[in-house]
């Protein structure tokens, strides 16, 4: 059977600038990477130094079919001290943009995934009150500067992780589906390592991680808003929004008020955040079931991805619908993805997780794009380079890329705007 998408449907792929870029020297979490007793597993180094490699890299990304390409900015290299704005940063990310338009390619750009600048650690991190007003400043003099060549921007990526991780440390003991090791999590130490590699002391070590307490979600609302009002006022067109990392959270009997309780603090107590802007971006990789005890692991029969997630490719469709009962804004898809070194399995998950969004759009819900995590097997944060996210692989030694089916099928779809099912 074939699937038709809607004309104009975003297809394409994520990264993040830290784990593609290489040498980001200046962010908080090359200092947790290098920090006494880090808990990362490798350094991130040069990564797959796409930095230097972009124009290679979106070409190829437009040879398999693609027509989005989801990347970020890095705020420490924009600004690597307080006030201090590098030009050859900014024109880095200009010739990154305009290699997109030359190839075709739809540009949505994150402000913001997960890194900060170490110096923002000196003024308390993300529990300081400055933050609101320096992230906009930032986005600002980015919008100023390059803002017309952004149609589509995240101001931050998955701002609800952070309460994520505090809800699920404190709880279970199997791995829960956010990837970060639960030991490392609580491991006191190396943060003060860390803090010291920042310039300051554990007392002042606040990263975007550890947005989870009232004070804090109460600056990143603040934050979004005036960004969004920073960017807006240079550019009115271009579509703001953020995205939410958003599991299929399901319930057997007894779990329902438990499943209702998470997906409030998961997602309900950000919608207010929503309010003025133009798209929801959507992040999903797998499902949570809970019981009356609490999560419940999953079947011994369940096929597991790398990171520990069942695979269910199901949730995707799902939880497109519980989002849109209390969104009426567009949804776009803006990460999707498996860790696994069976390239198969990935072709599987792409295509009846497709099926799933096809029959969202059938049914009337405003999907706009699908873009999958990630472009390139990459650096997997704590888990450092073992897992295999991407639809094209690298050879770290030479650099060099080699096109997955997965790529290959992606691309097909994304060609033929159809996905023919079995
Ligand atoms: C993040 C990515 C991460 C991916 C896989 C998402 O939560 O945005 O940075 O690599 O999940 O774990």
Known sequence: M????????????????????????????????????????????????????????????????????????????????????????IEHYRDVLETCYKHGITPVVAMHHFSSPKWLMRLGGWASPEVPDRFAKYCEVVFREIGHLIPYVLTMNEINLPVMLREIFSKIGFIPPVGIDREAWTAPKWRESAAKLCGTTIENYFTFHMISDESSIKILKETHQKAREAIKKIQPNTKVGFSMALSDIQSIPGGEELAEQKWHSYFKQYLPMLEGDDFFGLQNYTREVYGPEGQVRPAEEAELTQMGYEFYPEALGNVIRKVAKDIDIPIMITEHGIATDEDERRVEFIGKALEGVQACLADGIDVRGYLHWTTFDNYEWQSGYSLKFGLI???????????????????SIAQMNTLVSK
């Not at 692989?393 to 691309?411: F, P, Y």
Request: proline share 4%; with cysteine; net charge negative.
């Open 393 to 411: 692989e690298v050879d770290r030694t030479t650099q060099e890329r080699k096109v997955k089916e997965s790529a290959r099928c992606l691309g």
């Open 2 to 89: 074939e699937l038709h998408f809607p004309s104009h449907f975003l297809w394409g792929s994520t990264t993040a600038a830290y784990q593609v870029e290489g040498n980001n020297y200046n962010s908080d979490f090359w200092a947790e990477e290098h920090s006494e007793g880090s808990p990362y597993k490798d350094k991130s180094g040069d990564t797959i130094d796409h930095y230097r490699l972009y124009r290679e890299d979106i070409a190829l990304m437009a040879s398999l079919g693609l027509n989005t390409y989801r990347f970020s900015i890095e705020w420490s290299r924009i600004e690597p001290e307080p006030g201090q704005y590098s030009r050859s940063a």
